[in-house]
Nanobody, 116 residues
Framework: QVQLRESGGGLVQAGGSLRLSCAAS????????MSWYRQAPGEQRELVAT???????NYADSVKGRFTISRDNAKNTVFLQMNSLKPEDTAVYYC??????????WGQGTQVTVSS
């Protein structure tokens, strides 16, 4: 059974940085997109960044220029480098892996809190 586990969340001051990681245990066939989502209290879950198997990345406008998504295909791991963090980045961050056959796997989430 495939499980995703995020790590790297925590408390940081505004302007600081954090690096999130998400690794899959178990085998995933035809892994395609790796994504990060976030959900703030009382808000809907939103897409933060996505990276394809070929390395092409897309970002939400709110994080462009501050966040960088990357992946290690050999280790089925995705990263999110978050710089210049703002209080509005405070949320639970989730990773999602999607296969070419449209199977999706979600992590359990990791809390990121940015203090002002």
């Amino acid at each position: 059974q495939v499980q995703l586990r995020e790590s790297g969340g925590g408390l940081v001051q505004a302007g600081g940085s954090l690096r999130l990681s998400c690794a899959a245990s178990g085998s995933i066939s035809s892994l395609n997109y790796m994504s990060w989502y976030r959900q703030a209290p009382g808000e809907q879950r939103e897409l933060v960044a996505t990276i394809t198997s070929g390395g092409s990345a897309n970002y939400a406008d709110s994080v462009k220029g501050r966040f960088t998504i990357s992946r290690d295909n050999a280790k089925n791991t995705v990263f999110l480098q978050m710089n210049s963090l703002k209080p509005e980045d405070t949320a639970v961050y989730y990773c999602k892996f999607s296969t070419a056959t449209l199977v999706a796997y979600w992590g359990q989430g990791t809390q990121v809190t940015v203090s002002s």
